[in-house]
């Protein structure tokens, strides 16, 4: 079973400071992705990478970036937390060239900013 | 404009009881449609995809229909459980053809994912 693991459940931050989600797979899938949940607005897509060291911008990338230094690892970086950042931060990971294969998610990161 | 309406928002149902959700999408070209259940506090985990060619496919009480020209779909829960409370996600990916963010994936054929806001299901004893 492929497994998503995200390093905090849980994090508060205050405005201002520099914020680090990371993520790891275990299943050496080429695609990793970022989400953030909210209430009433579903899922929305913060940045993907299909490979490391690659990366794209998603539907809300701004406040956001990312790094991919190696295959299995996926990091959210929030260079300057603003309480509008509060948030469930999902990270999933899926193959290339699936057109059929799932996304895989973590179980989240709940992050509220003072 | 590419889009996927789930209704209802929330729904309460007896246990045992049996309940039906519904996905329109306004996606094209499409791919794929596929049903995602999330737990409280978990991550969505897939239940069953559609592709363009399937009707009807089932997943033990879990039965999704997909009706391609009308762009619609529903997933079926059968004799629910409690533990079926959760929220219900569609998501369906769109073809090649019009996506410029598909083109970006190196030898990728995969094309762009447009999510539903859930429906939120709540099982009572």
């Known amino acids: 079973d492929v497994k998503v693991t995200q390093s905090s459940r849980y994090l508060v931050k205050r405005t201002g400071e520099k914020v680090f989600l990371e993520c790891v797979q275990d299943m050496d899938h080429e695609n990793m992705f970022w989400y953030r949940q909210d209430p009433g607005l579903g899922l929305r897509l913060i940045y993907f990478s299909y490979d490391v060291k690659m990366k794209e911008k998603g539907d809300i990338p701004e406040g956001y970036s990312v790094s991919r230094e190696k295959k299995e690892r996926f990091s959210l970086i929030l260079e300057s937390a603003s309480t509008n950042q509060t948030s469930m931060y999902l990270c999933?990971?899926?193959?290339?060239?699936?057109?059929?294969?799932?996304?895989?998610f973590g179980n989240g990161t709940r992050l509220t900013v003072t | 404009k590419n889009q996927v309406e789930q209704s209802p928002q929330s729904l309460i149902i007896l246990e045992g009881k049996n309940c039906t959700l519904q996905?329109?999408?306004?996606?094209?070209?499409?791919?794929?449609l596929r049903w995602y259940k999330q737990d409280t506090g978990r991550g969505p985990v897939s239940l069953t995809i559609m592709t363009f060619s399937e009707n009807t496919k089932s997943n033990g009480r879990y039965t999704a229909t997909l009706d391609a020209d009308t762009k619609q779909s529903s997933l079926h829960i059968t004799a629910s459980q409690l533990s079926d409370s959760a929220s219900y996600i569609c998501v369906v990916r769109a073809g090649l053809q019009a996506q410029l963010w598909s083109r970006k994936e190196r030898g990728s054929t995969l094309g762009r994912l447009y999510f539903g806001r859930g429906t939120q299901l709540t099982v009572w004893p």
């Open positions: 996905c329109n999408y306004t996606v094209s070209p499409f791919s794929n």
């Open positions: 999933a990971s899926s193959l290339r060239t699936g057109f059929g294969s799932p996304l895989h």
